[in-house]
């Protein structure tokens, strides 16, 4: 009896191990899916979860086609040892990412190492009034230092740097191109992050300080228009908020609680 309940165990675990060597990775789209709440998913998965590649995309309702939201194909590699509590992920895509990076570490805590990630402006759209009025173009990266991650009680926590460089912005609101370029740095502490915005150069200038926490953006900024540019740029500026009270120029507050 005994060596029959062995044999059954046996033949039970090679079969999940036999299932999770060859679990497709077209099966984590749904699992993309689910955790981002049906925002993201991936098109075009290939391979096994272990070994696999495919694209970043907005999840598509009603079996349509799925549009990528970052350039290029995103490739991994996981370590089978993952299965036994230590986590060992590379993530590849020269199209999207300055350089390789890997996650290291256990089922609740990673290291994220250093890279960038370029992105498309034109996802800023999707954020709401007023960005989806402006339309914004442009080139964006997204850069990060070594970041602590952890997860506990499904809430993740973040340790590090990151910077947001906008360069050349746009609007299809105005004639004026590039409106300018802009870098948004973030110091993660948990689950709460300090942002400052400040300008690098252009006709239009923004800046504020603000707080992203548990998900809630606090900011209180402004934006003006640099010498010369007044007119030219009023109608964009009435776009973005109130004017400030007691100021001789159009200096409009930028405010979002």
Request: glycine share 12%; net charge positive.
């Amino acid at each position: 009896m005994k060596r029959a309940v062995l044999w059954l165990l046996t033949i039970a675990l090679t079969m999940a191990l036999t299932l999770l060597g060859c679990f497709p990775a077209a099966w984590l789209g749904a699992i993309v899916e689910q955790r981002t709440g049906g925002r993201l998913t991936l098109g075009d998965a290939q391979g096994t979860l272990w070994r696999g590649s495919a694209f970043i995309g907005g999840a598509a309702g009603n079996n349509g086609p799925v549009t990528p939201l970052l350039p290029g194909r995103f490739s991994w590699k996981i370590s089978p040892l993952a299965l036994f509590g230590m986590v060992e992920l590379q993530l590849e895509n020269p199209a999207a990412l300055a350089q390789p990076v890997t996650f290291r570490g256990d089922w609740s805590q990673w290291q994220l190492s250093p890279s960038a990630l370029l992105l498309p402006a034109e996802g800023l759209s999707g954020l709401g009034a007023p960005l989806n009025t402006l339309a914004p173009s442009g080139n964006m990266r997204l850069s990060w230092t070594s970041l602590a991650l952890a997860l506990a009680n499904r809430q993740l926590s973040v340790h590090g740097r990151t910077t947001l460089e906008m360069t050349d912005m746009a609007s299809r609101l105005s004639p004026i191109r590039p409106l300018g370029s802009y870098a948004l740095a973030l110091d993660w502490q948990g689950q709460q992050a300090r942002l400052a915005l400040s300008s690098v150069k252009g006709p239009l200038l923004l800046s504020g300080k603000g707080q992203l926490a548990n998900g809630r953006l606090q900011f209180s900024g402004q934006a003006e228009a640099a010498q010369g540019y007044d007119d030219t740029l009023a109608n964009l500026l009435s776009l973005l908020g109130q004017r400030k009270p007691g100021n001789d120029r159009n200096v409009i507050a930028l405010e979002f609680h």
